[in-house]
């Protein structure tokens, strides 16, 4: 199957890349579904919402704070390097992430397609202004704008739509597809779920790296039981200098 890998790859004319929490729990930080998902230890409705910020936003910093340490004290993976190597090397057009660490983007990637925003941005409530994030806030007090409106981690949560114009420039990226990479995603999530089936419904060849069967897998042309770091560069060659 790896051999299949290699030579769907290098046969590619648009090749994209969408990535999950699987890729990221390779440098250790906790996926948000299956056996040590952070939804098990914590109700997403009391965390992720906008209904929480409004009702207790000193919580949900608090807890943001947390993940933002975890998140950027971890290091970009096998996987992250590999895939960067990928576009280094000009055969990678366009990565798209479910994931909102910037860890593709330190092993190397630009213009990575953020799904579900990043933690390294927070987004004012009142003005809609965006303020980099380069180390988790002390909290409390809570982080305010210049304009003195709240500040608020600059992700996708719960019952939030994916900002239109990402969502479109990854639609259009899936639709120019011959070949897609699904890696550690549980392809549960809408509407990134659904970028892989454009890609089948325009002619493409979709690729499923994963250690666990998903509902994406019966219909993938390939499926590879494996970690992504260990199928993208151990086996390929590929994140290497």
């Known amino acids: 199957m790896l051999q299949e890998l290699k030579a769907c790859i290098e046969k590619a004319q648009h090749l994209t890349v969408l990535t999950g929490a699987g890729v990221s729990a390779e440098s250790g930080i906790p996926t948000f579904r299956g056996g040590d998902g952070l939804w098990n230890r914590y109700r997403p ?29 971890a290091q970009p993976n096998p996987a992250h390097l590999g895939f960067a190597k990928l576009q280094e090397m000009g055969r990678l057009a366009c990565l798209i992430t479910q994931n909102v660490d910037d860890l593709h983007e330190r092993a190397g990637s630009r213009d990575v397609l953020h799904l579900h925003g990043t933690l390294r941005q927070m987004r004012c409530v009142a003005c809609g202004s965006r303020i980099p994030v380069h180390r988790p806030p002390e909290v409390p007090p809570l982080p305010v704008c210049a304009c003195g409106g709240l500040l608020r981690p600059d992700v996708v949560w719960f019952g939030e739509s994916l900002s239109p114009d990402v969502l479109q420039l990854a639609f259009d990226e899936a639709s120019r597809s011959d070949v897609m990479i699904v890696a550690g995603t549980s392809a549960v999530v809408h509407p990134a779920a659904s970028l892989p089936l454009e890609v089948k419904r325009h002619g493409g060849t979709v690729i499923e790296i994963n250690p666990d069967a998903t509902p994406l897998s019966s219909m993938a042309d390939l499926s590879i039981r494996m970690p992504a770091g260990m199928a993208i560069t151990e086996n390929l060659g590929l994140g290497q200098s």
Do not use: G, K
């Not at 009391?46 to 998140?71: G, H, I, N």
């Open 45 to 73: 409705e009391e965390l992720a919402t906008p209904e929480a910020f409004s009702r207790d936003p000193e919580t949900v910093w608090r807890w943001y704070a947390w993940r933002m340490e975890r998140v950027f004290s």
